[in-house]
């Protein structure tokens, strides 16, 4: 056998014995390059990304830090120090709760107690523009405007914009005067609890199964995952008839009405602000807020006053702005589905809340 004939020491690219050949380094060298470049361009990838989350957390936490040097949204301080014989408008706007975007339910009290606590305030004027809220905040500012008017004398007005229903006529009840803007709607006297949601027909949908354990079987009445009894029926119906007797009661003292005329006309409607003046609900229709103003001024003899309004204005952030787009982001990506759906509903029926509320009027 011709030796020569059997390459054993040679590749199959065909260099010479025991080389390969030059084609091969060649391609082995772009392989290389290849990758080191695409690892280079993965690490650069990465290092972005890094990057730009370490700077969006740098921001969001110099912002909060900003804010909470800044303090808190709406400091009222100027309430009591105006100087001068001024007329003090407390604007109550949103939902009467403790958080809310356009109320503030501090703000509010604080603002009360300032004018209580400076000699030249002559009055207090509420702008009312809410659908109401819980039974406990309306009924505290309700108070703090009672104890208003019985420390200091001095007159309180209710203006009315476009909707002053439920707690938010809760709370103008004990006014000396109030008027409404022609356009507004009122009234709505009543308690909600809102609605109970049983949901026990979707998790078996999705094969979800809840146990719930408590001290005893009234501990966990109002879970969505189990129907009422007709005995927790009867103590949530006890709970708002007892809140709505405080509401007619309420109406009925500061309107100076009798308590059978109140529950008669207090089924829960809404009133235009000219069926509110037939009513005896309140006492005038005007046509824009300086039409309001004007009436104050006349009829309680503040002709020398000038008129100050304390309105809440949040503080807005980066870092809320932030939350809200991915809020946003978030349920646009979510919404359409049956947990979606399913989450917004344990959401809203999280907590069972008294709440002397109307549905927003547009």
């Known amino acids: 056998m011709n030796n020569n004939s059997f390459n054993s020491g040679m590749p199959p690219y065909g260099g010479g014995a025991g080389q390969p050949h030059p084609e091969y380094h060649a391609a082995q060298d772009a392989w290389h390059g290849n990758t080191k470049k695409s690892r280079n361009k993965a690490l650069i990838i990465i290092a972005c990304i890094i990057g730009g989350l370490l700077l969006l957390g740098g921001i969001i936490a110099f912002m909060a830090s900003m804010s909470s040097m800044i303090g808190s949204a709406g400091d009222v301080s100027g309430a009591a120090s105006v100087r001068g014989s001024h007329v003090g408008v407390l604007y109550v706007e949103g ?49 703090k405007i009672k104890e208003y008017q019985e420390t200091t004398g001095r007159p309180v007005y209710a203006y009315f914009a ?157 870092l809320d702005g932030l939350v809200q787009s991915f809020d946003r982001f978030a349920e646009a990506f979510s919404s359409g589905s049956d947990i979606s759906a399913l989450e917004k509903i344990m959401e809203n029926n999280s907590e069972v809340r008294l709440q002397y509320m109307c549905r927003e009027i547009r």
């Open 95 to 143: 939902t009467i709760s403790e958080s809310d975007d356009t109320y503030n339910h501090q703000f509010a009290l604080d603002a009360v107690q300032g004018m209580m606590d400076n000699s030249d305030n002559e009055a207090l004027m509420l702008y009312v523009d809410t659908p109401g809220g819980g039974v406990y905040e309306s009924d505290e500012l309700y108070l």
């Open 162 to 318: 476009s909707q002053a229903t439920s707690g938010g006529y809760y709370i103008s009840a004990s006014a000396d005067r109030i008027t409404a803007n022609r356009n507004c709607r009122t009234g709505s006297i009543g308690v909600t609890m809102g609605t109970l949601y049983d949901v026990s027909g979707l998790l078996e949908k999705y094969g979800i199964k809840a146990e719930t354990i408590t001290s005893g079987e009234n501990k966990a009445m109002g879970s969505m995952t189990s129907p009422l009894t007709d005995e927790q029926k009867q103590i949530f119906q006890s709970m708002i008839d007892e809140s709505y007797e405080q509401f007619v009661s309420i109406v009925a003292d500061g309107r100076g009405l009798d308590t059978d005329y109140v529950k008669s006309i207090a089924d829960g409607r809404i009133y235009t602000a000219k069926q509110a003046e037939s009513v005896k609900l309140i006492d005038g229709v005007v046509d824009t807020y300086d039409d309001a103003v004007n009436d104050m001024i006349e009829e309680f003899g503040l002709e020398h006053c000038d008129i100050y309004e304390f309105r809440y204005q949040p503080q807005a952030s980066l």
